[in-house]
């Protein structure tokens, strides 16, 4: 069982919808992070969020926005996506950013743009 | 820059066969490594990791050993199952402060009865 937990599952919006991914993680971690997965690849960073404050903004689009409510939520809003970003959105955290610090993935939420 | 190599796949065996799967690493510094697997439909699991050179990770059967000399990180287990059949990334942590991880590009491993 992952003990970083992202919903929904799967979603499907289209081009002027919004829309927002939820992860949540209660192991105390004051790292976490939005990365983008496409088929067949590795995971893309997009964001870093540390001590809740935004350490890393991956050149990412505005149609993009991250949020941090506390240090247990992380949550990705998304508006007037394109097709092209259809993906699988993965959340992950991690006790801090030091480089024995392993980062945990939640399952991922499909997203589908039509 | 970091960078990670590791071999294309797919790889397909026999269950019971031993597996490999090479992972090469280029880094500032003393990273650390790491192999995750990501089983089809699900996000990516840690599956071990080694934080220092000549470290052993080991994990459900899995092994690799932090090879500095070589900047290897070779992924092992000795008879794969069909439930293993997954894709496997190696990756690597540098530096404090580091909060990115370098993935190689992904092994598909498929498992056969």
């Known amino acids: 069982d992952t003990e970083v937990t992202q919903t929904p599952k799967h979603l499907v919006m289209g081009m002027t919808n919004k829309k927002s991914l939820k992860c949540e993680q209660h192991?105390?971690?004051?790292?976490m992070y939005w990365y983008k997965q496409k088929a067949k690849k590795p995971p893309e960073l997009m964001f870093v969020y540390s001590y809740e404050k935004l350490s890393i903004n991956e050149s990412v689009p505005s149609r993009f926005s991250p949020e941090c409510p506390n240090s247990s939520l992380l949550n990705l809003h998304l508006h007037a996506l394109q097709p092209e970003d259809s993906a699988l959105y993965l959340c992950a955290s991690s006790q801090e950013g030091s480089y024995n610090s392993p980062l945990h993935f939640g399952n991922g939420t499909r997203l589908t743009v039509t | 820059g970091n960078s990670v190599t590791q071999m294309e796949g797919p790889v397909t065996l026999s269950e019971e066969a031993f597996l490999t799967i090479n992972c090469t690493y280029t880094a500032t510094g003393y990273p650390s490594l790491f192999w995750y697997v990501q089983y089809p439909g699900e996000g990516l699991q840690l599956l071990l990791k080694a934080t220092k050179a000549d470290d052993k990770g080991s994990n459900k059967g899995f092994e690799a050993t932090y090879r500095k000399e070589t900047t290897s990180f070779h992924l092992e287990k000795g008879s794969v199952q069909v439930s293993d059949s997954a894709v496997y990334f190696c990756?690597?942590?540098?530096?404090?402060?580091?909060?990115?991880?370098?993935f190689g590009k992904g092994t598909k491993l498929s498992v056969i009865p």
């Open positions: 192991m105390g971690h004051r790292a």
């Open positions: 990756a690597l942590l540098s530096g404090a402060g580091s909060y990115q991880l370098t």
